[in-house]
């Protein structure tokens, strides 16, 4: 891929071989920035401040030899790696509209050398590209697991949330995740152009405090992964929603402010008090 794009002249693109992503000459170059986005959303990700890498290109798709579907490096699997290297257990929580082909056959390549302690979830539409995530493909073992969920074309966001509710928390209890990476797809919501299920953003409210808490219940640290999404609109609401579910402090308000008559009255009680016979 560094070749395609070195031998590009400016302002040239071309498709990889895989036919269906196109690379000019600094997508390598950004490719590179994307991966290292998320692998600094891991570090800095700790079990009481989660952290959000916006990547683009996203990277779910691409293989551990080959780019595609936009995707030219998987950056869920770079920091998912460095992650289960440095923090222990990880878990993959894909919820794009596409399976998550490229990091499935990262965490099977993982599981299969031996290396324990990764689980994948992935939901997607189906059938959809890239074509894979049948429920076939999912098999748990005493090292990790990876689940596939198939979705139909009409799944509503309460069927969606759900699906998580259900998953969720049986895979943290299972694998103890000191890690919980979330490959954020956002093509899964209603009106996105290429993708969308008839899921609306009222259904991210929901979504995001399912896994604040999931990851607060198992101690986990919690790292959002920007996949797809090419809805601007919807991107708006999913950023909002994020921030609104993770950033804005749940502190009570504060009491109101007093008024002179009320210092005032208060003040003659006191003096009443104290007037008393001790
Ligand atoms: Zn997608």
């Known amino acids: 891929m560094r070749e395609v794009c070195r031998r590009l002249p400016p302002g040239a693109v071309e498709d990889l071989p895989t036919g269906d992503t196109v690379v000019c000459r600094d997508s390598f170059d950004a490719a590179l920035a994307a991966a290292g986005n998320a692998l600094a959303a891991a570090r800095e990700a700790t079990p009481a401040m989660p952290t959000l890498a916006v990547c683009r290109p996203p990277g779910h798709h691409a293989e551990p030899s080959r780019g595609m579907g936009f995707c030219l490096i998987n950056n869920v699997a770079v920091a998912g790696a460095w992650a289960r290297r440095e923090r222990g257990p990880i878990l993959i929580a894909d919820c794009d509209y596409h399976h998550g082909n490229g990091t499935q056959a990262w965490v099977e390549r993982q599981l299969e050398a031996g290396t324990d302690g990764i689980g994948f979830i992935s939901t997607h539409a189906y059938p959809a590209y890239p074509g894979t995530g049948a429920f076939g493909e999912s098999h748990v073992e005493a090292g990790g697991f990876i689940l596939d969920i198939p979705l139909t074309h009409q799944t509503d966001g309460e069927t969606f949330v759900g699906v998580w509710q259900t998953l969720l928390s049986a895979a943290v209890r299972r694998l103890r995740p000191a890690v919980i990476l979330v490959s954020a797809g956002f093509d899964f919501l209603a009106g996105d152009p290429i993708a969308g299920l008839p899921v609306g953003p009222p259904a991210l409210p929901a979504l995001f405090s399912l896994f604040a808490a999931t990851a607060q219940e198992g101690k ?44 005032r009255r208060m003040t003659e009680e006191a003096a009443r008090w104290l007037a008393r016979p001790a």
């Open 220 to 263: 986990a640290a919690l790292v959002f992964v920007l996949e797809g999404g090419y809805s601007l609109a919807n991107m708006r609401a999913a950023g909002a929603a994020l921030a609104k579910a993770f950033c804005v402090p749940t502190q009570p308000p504060p009491p109101p402010l007093l008024r002179q008559d009320q210092v």
